[in-house]
């Protein structure tokens, strides 16, 4: 039974406009939330994160929202750019509890960024 | 700094054949993991370590086993290779959990 969940396999956007990549999780006991970006033959990198106390995390074009009712989370990249074509990981992490701080990963969303 | 380091970063190996993929870090981070990522899936954990002579399992361990002798390094062992491990296998570490470092893989096929 997946944890966290990514629905959408692909995202295609124009650059210049918004990409939005969308995350679902069950576990109420998440409370550490990340988003890697991995490009073909790399391992994933670490692109931004949110604590379960914030609902906004900011950093350059990239914010990630939490929405801990829905138990959603979402990653805006604004503008987005050609080089930001990747795929794109949400993962969870459960700090104090019996997965001890250790990632549980969605599926990943494959975003292509046209020029 | 090199970060995380994977060999080899192929392999092909018949079934019933071992290997073992190794990993170093030299960013004297306590914690190392080993992940697979099987095609159009997430990552999983196979094994983790939280410091020199302590490891664990994770949620797939089936089939493999790890040692963690020095901080630096943390190799994954691969007894009796099966086709349900081809795969492409990422080693992490981090210094506080949960954000982690990867290696750039090594994508395993057994054939």
């Known amino acids: 039974d997946q944890q966290v969940k990514q629905n959408s396999p692909s995202l295609s956007v124009q650059e210049g406009r918004i990409s939005i990549l969308n995350c679902d999780y069950t576990n109420s006991m998440f409370d550490y939330f990340l988003w890697y970006k991995k490009y073909p033959a790399e391992g994933p990198t670490f692109l931004i994160s949110?604590?379960?106390?914030?609902d906004k995390n900011e950093d350059g074009r990239f914010t990630v929202f939490l929405n801990k009712s829905a138990k959603h989370l979402s990653l805006h990249i604004v503008p987005s750019q050609p080089g930001d074509s990747a795929v794109y990981f949400c993962a969870a992490s459960d700090t104090y509890g019996g997965s001890q701080g250790n990632l549980i990963f969605g599926k990943g969303t494959k975003l292509s960024v046209k020029p | 700094n090199a970060g995380v380091t994977q060999t080899p970063k192929f392999r092909i190996l018949k079934i019933g054949q071992s290997m073992t993929l190794q990993c170093t870090q030299d960013m004297n981070h306590n914690y190392m993991y080993w992940y697979r990522q099987d095609p159009g899936m997430g990552l999983k954990l196979i094994y983790y370590s939280v410091g020199a002579g302590i490891t664990d399992k994770g949620e797939v361990p089936n089939g493999y086993n790890v040692s963690r002798s020095t901080t630096e390094d943390f190799p994954l062992r691969l007894e009796l290779a099966a086709p349900s491990q081809t795969s492409v296998y990422f080693c992490?570490?981090?210094?506080?959990?949960?954000?982690?470092?990867f290696g750039q893989g090594t994508r395993l096929t057994v054939v």
């Open positions: 992490a570490s981090s210094h506080r959990q949960p954000e982690a470092f």
């Open positions: 949110i604590s379960s106390i914030k």
